[in-house]
């Protein structure tokens, strides 16, 4: 039993879009407890964070993404979404999801995450 499975990634050209989906494990009960975010890794650098998600729905995300990309919830599902539009080269990484950083829940081991490509 894995923490976190995403997929929905795949090749697109610039301003294209992709929604990429995050199934988290049913230990993680409720669900609603837990603050989620969405993080991904450029080649030959470490992880950053994208975005985050509050079990309540309230949303926060990186500069070089506001107003592009959104993340959504569905709490009975324990599931998250990363809606991205007009995707730029630079977007192109492996997106992972996990918790939110907190100061009293550590993160999970990583999945094996959903690569996006932007290419003309």
């Known amino acids: 039993q894995v923490d976190f499975v995403e997929s929905g990634g795949g090749t697109v050209q610039p301003g294209g879009s992709l929604r990429l989906s995050c199934v988290a494990s049913?230990?993680?009960?409720?669900?609603?407890?837990?603050?989620m975010g969405w993080y991904r890794q450029f080649p030959g650098k470490q992880r950053e964070l994208v975005g985050t998600i509050t079990g309540r729905g309230m949303t926060d995300y990186t500069d070089s993404v506001k107003g592009r990309f959104t993340i959504s919830r569905d709490n009975a599902k324990s599931t998250v979404a990363l809606q991205m539009n007009n995707l730029k080269p630079e977007d192109t990484a492996v997106y992972f999801c996990?918790?939110?950083?907190?100061?009293?829940?550590?993160?999970?081991?990583w999945g094996q995450g959903t690569q996006v490509t932007v290419s003309s």
């Open positions: 996990n918790f939110a950083i907190a100061t009293d829940r550590p993160l999970r081991p």
């Open positions: 049913r230990s993680f009960f409720p669900f609603n407890d837990y603050d």
